[in-house]
């Protein structure tokens, strides 16, 4: 059964950073569009990034443009979201998925979520 493990959440003050991990078991990460959503309490679901086959991303969360990056490693089959310059409200669990074929749709398949919490 193809699982994603999502990791690298944590505790960071204000203007730190923290880079997310997502691995997969049973699953080839760069034969789909991988992303990140986060979910905060009493809040929508939202989009954060997302990389597709071709290596190509995009960002759908406007206050996290220019602070977080998505980026793959196809050797270690992984996809990681380094996020800087931290803010209270980037507080959050954020959880990998796989879209099937582009950055949009249904997911297929999601990480159990890594908390981020963003205080001081």
């Known amino acids: 059964q193809p699982q994603l493990v999502d990791s690298g959440g944590g505790l960071v003050q204000p203007g730190g950073s923290l880079r997310l991990s997502c691995a997969a078991s049973?699953?080839?990460?760069?034969?789909?569009?991988v992303g990140w959503f986060r979910q905060a309490p009493g809040k929508e679901r939202e989009g954060v990034s997302c990389?597709?086959?071709?290596?190509?991303?995009?960002d759908f969360l406007n206050s996290a443009k220019g602070r977080f990056t998505i980026s793959r490693d196809i050797a270690k089959n992984m996809v990681y979201l380094q996020m800087n310059s931290l803010k209270p409200e980037d507080t959050a669990v954020y959880y990998c998925?796989?879209?099937?074929?582009?950055?949009?749709?249904?997911?297929?398949?999601r990480g159990q979520g890594t908390q981020v919490t963003v205080s001081s």
């Open positions: 049973d699953l080839i990460l760069n034969y789909y569009a």
């Open positions: 990389i597709n086959k071709s290596g190509i991303s995009t």
């Open positions: 998925v796989t879209y099937p074929r582009r950055c949009e749709g249904l997911y297929e398949y």
